[in-house]
């Protein structure tokens, strides 16, 4: 209980239901004379709003967010900032049918065994409409470690199906509905969407994540480790099944002399590691990757049963994105940019004597 | 800073260095009532501690440890549970080269950077010998989960370089010293090892780590997922490169057809899940997998640079675990186990009222 | 940083200033299937609301709340609840005076000295405004705890300058604008504070709260004791600046034979404890003490300084209660009965085999 | 539960019981470089340690404390920190006696109702024997405190009885066994305490604690208020009832023009607040006073219950404090020292920027 806080120092609290009146969020932990505006969170809310291309689904959602507190004259004054997103869209009706029966590979089972009772209107407070709000306290993150330390953090869809991404063209990323970094794939994946939408299947995604300028020494020992409070803050990303810190699960067949990353006077020879080493930032690249499972949001119908235990089949209407990973992309970016803040603020509190006498951080 | 505790309702916090005085736990949040003595905590230890088998550092650690408080009359009080195990074969010598010097791939460089400061003897806090108090822990958790409800909390090793585990054999695992399930692939794993200390090199592993008997309903939205504190808990572990749930990075490649788990009147059709829908416990068994990375403890030299930046070579002498993975298997159920406690005692909390509606938990 | 929460299993967490666009709580930890209703929650800030008499301040605050989130077809879902209420009556133009200089009294210097940027409406983030949503989510954690045990949580004004209550009728106390349990004062009272507006002065006051049926057995050893928690919900206050449980201060002067409790199997024979033994509750009730202090904002000139360091006058101009205790009368109570629902959780989660075996919770 | 955690980023995590095998604490968050040895931590127990004047008990507890961990070289590594007392006089036949029944005024009582089973030898986890690692933790903190901004924290006894302290005599303290700051008043307590003896009563007492040299800026709004956590510190020390700020319950006979604190180019011209305005310090004396009951454990019979609810006496035997408000000096040093480091380290982690602006911190 209590589940709906994440961070120490930079901390973010969010409620709201995918049907319900609105989304909310406490950021906590800002620090003061921070510029800060509206328009700066829009930017990211609208790559991750939905209906904006014909690979996602066609809700409308104009996620437009106020800041209610904590910004005075432009600039953060160091109180808790509060986000609210009014749902304007609602269209209950739609999801009348499921009220009685618990959609597979949905949350239905669980919160209803756990709390008795749940919003079923959309998936309630299990959708990934609730993400929403953490991409705007993300934008807060982003733009305190960019104006303080250049920091830059930025994801793209690594993986679609067995459509692998071969070059990594950073500028191609936001010219591409899919976030792909490598042009010469676009007409594969636009193919493999439309045979699926099609079918009326769903498919996974591997998304990556990239920090760069992180200094070295953000990550305490021993249980908060950098990677542990990443691997936390992507895996509790709606559908996420897998994190990896750099070579991640190729580690499991490599040897010693192939892994470590060795070390000249003009820094690392690689970067094995993800930029992590004992939970600490190496100042190298922080690398992550996440597997998003596919949607159980799809039109083939499916064995499920009902609230009292009949066996029944769900078939699913109305308007889904036949491929979550590729919203996910700004979601991560902005779990991503919220551990480094909290670990930053972290490490300068304890560690300030250190950072003052070292021009690292 | 502060990152030596875990968990919300069941904490602990540690200290102690690898060649420190002693290693030390607070365990808080234990239900009273419960029998425990130091030899139900020795079990484990004995499992993780090294010098057991020739695939395993030959460091004698007797890891004795020793309760100080918080049991009385055989029984928890209710109050805080201190454990010790004091170090008694601490060799400092050996590690006297390695003071002036960054060994790769080991937080000796991020230490230094972060804190100024480090203790160098055997890699100080950065150790794995730190996981031992996990593992007393961990048998305080895994004792009182199985009385309660009958939950068992077990790992294996799954794979290491190629060699994968085909069937799982849970009588095999503890018949081994590398915690395999499948028999039929020992006397490759044991030339593997014999062929890897010839050469002087590591190697990486694949543990999986489950959880049988868990009611439904354990992990809280939206931040504090089971899976994402799983991920936390896992992550934490030192060498952990990657963590799955269920079907983890497979899932890329699913389709919603393939993965989503049907449910019918007895129950669910298949685990692609891990046992975790919205970040809620199915009642299925929770499955997870850990990548560990090969140690950089190897005996082939590799460059590095000392304090002062110039370049150098290391060589690692000493007494090294070819795979540190092996040695991972408690120490990943410890974890888990500790993860399930907190949540089990967080569920109870907020939703006793539905808990005893329901035989379900 | 990062203090805009309170609680662990029954958490707050709140944002907005005094003449912001609103104010905002996230509550967090309510169990699932509670009744609840924006009018259960306007009650309690109607209480609180200034305007309501000659001897508060003239400011119209409607504070209408709105309930957001986590309720659902009339009962709580066990997910979190997001409350807003909207500013309606600004008139920042009041406060353009002192945008330049630090209010004696107030925390205009230290905002400015911690922050270095300050919303100077109004007190900004400072002012007791705040409190409205420490009310609100207060009425939540009363409504839950008398469903499930009867335990109420009710608060007066027991002294004001000299003049205190010498017997507690508790029917007087919503009858008269003071929340005062003696009627035979409130003559008195009423001349005090007709003098008080003609001086243009302020006065302190002191409050008592007052919790019954609450179960033995709420609070944790040794830090989160129930008493300690108390002294810390309550000392967050506005304008608060000493907090008694039982007997309080008095006990400096008492001996071991008059300040003890004795038992008997029909009870205690006395309450010198206020409920509280060892940081855990008795099953008496829980009493505690706070003192508010006079408030700053009088139209007595007093010397200050600018924000440069110059020498100056403040005149305080406007609407103000010239007794800031009168208004803190529901404010305690929320904060005694958000600390309560926090531990009766917390006992909850940790102690239930203890509490299903006697009736005593 | 899990309440044996005190602080945020400076955090001490306690456990041991009266007659238990050892006490110990882990202290987390501590800057590294800082130079501590065992000798620093015992120069602040051997202050609060029995048996040290014909005043307080005649156990002893020569209370010798080790540092197991986070320090090498003689320097903190900014690793977690292990402390440990082995307990060597433990006599538990003494306490036979008190197993089967409740005695008044104690936490037997209500530790007996909340955990259904206690370790009654001693008063155990609920003595205040376990203060001794507060005060072990505390003079880490004022170690810091001292060496970065020259912070001092000391406390004296203001009072005992009717006899109150009229001078402040800061050498004279601990030139007394009362740690009072009145010489003139010595003879007078020294009789009051031998009347005491032969009645086999005891008295509470009020003890005063000052830090000094605390730059402006510490605290946060708006629940962690500097003020609210050192009443949660101070609170939480065994036997006290009562915590005052500044002139604490002297403001509900206050008026505005007496309490507010002016300003001028110079400074403040006085110091009713307490040093703490809004939560945040001023610059000035951080003041907080506290009373302590007069301990249960007398030689007077009082009345009482077994544990089968029977009604029977209480006689206490054995060495106990007359005043244990006495000892509760170094205590009461220790929990605002931590405070203070607590508050020191999350602010300068926010609020860093506005700290390299100006000269206050």
Chains 1, 2, 3, 4 share one sequence.
């Not at 969020?25 to 328009?39: N, Q, W």
């Not at 922080?286 to 119908?301: C, D, G, R």
Request: charge should be negative; proline fraction near 4%.
């Amino acid at each position: 209980m209590a589940g709906n806080s994440f961070g120490q120092l930079f901390r973010i609290s969010t409620f709201g239901e995918s049907h319900g009146v609105a989304l909310g969020c406490v950021v906590d932990g800002v620090p003061p004379g921070l510029e800060i505006s509206e328009a700066d969170l829009q930017a990211d809310l609208d790559r991750r709003k939905p209906g904006t291309s014909r690979y996602t689904t066609q809700r409308r959602e104009p996620d437009q967010v106020r800041i209610l507190s904590g910004v005075f004259e432009g600039k953060t004054t160091g109180c808790s900032i509060g986000l609210l997103i009014e749902n304007t869209d609602q269209r209950s009706q739609d999801y009348s049918a499921i009220s009685g029966l618990f959609r597979p590979g949905h949350a239905d089972y669980t919160y209803h065994q756990k709390f008795g009772h749940r919003d079923y209107r959309g998936g309630g407070r299990s959708s990934a409409r609730e993400t929403a709000m953490r991409v705007a306290a993300g934008s807060i993150a982003k733009k305190y470690l960019f104006e303080k330390h250049g920091i830059t953090v930025r994801a793209y869809m690594s993986q679609m199906a067995d459509i692998k991404a071969e070059t990594i063209d950073w500028d191609q990323i936001e010219q591409n509905p899919f976030f792909f970094p490598d042009a010469s794939k676009l007409e594969q994946l636009d193919q493999y969407m439309r045979d699926l939408k099609k079918e009326g299947d769903s498919i996974g995604a591997k998304i990556t994540v990239v920090a760069q300028k992180v200094p070295v020494g953000l990550g305490e020992p021993v249980f908060d480790r950098l990677d542990a409070d990443l691997a936390h803050a992507l895996m509790s990303i709606n559908a996420v099944k897998g994190v990896e810190i750099g070579d991640g699960f190729d580690v499991v067949n490599q040897k010693g002399t192939q892994h470590r990353d060795e070390l000249t006077p003009e820094g690392f020879t690689s970067n094995h590691s993800g930029g992590v080493l004992g939970g600490i930032s190496t100042g190298q690249d922080i690398i992550a990757h996440i597997a998003l499972k596919p949607t159980s949001s799809i039109t083939i119908p499916g064995k499920t049963i009902t609230v009292d235990g009949e066996p029944t089949e769900m078939i699913t209407k109305g308007r889904h994105d036949p491929c979550v990973g590729i919203r996910a992309v700004p979601i991560a970016e902005a779990m991503m940019a919220i551990t480094l803040m909290d670990h930053y603020l972290r490490h300068r509190a304890q560690n300030n004597d250190v950072v003052t006498q070292t021009p690292k951080i």
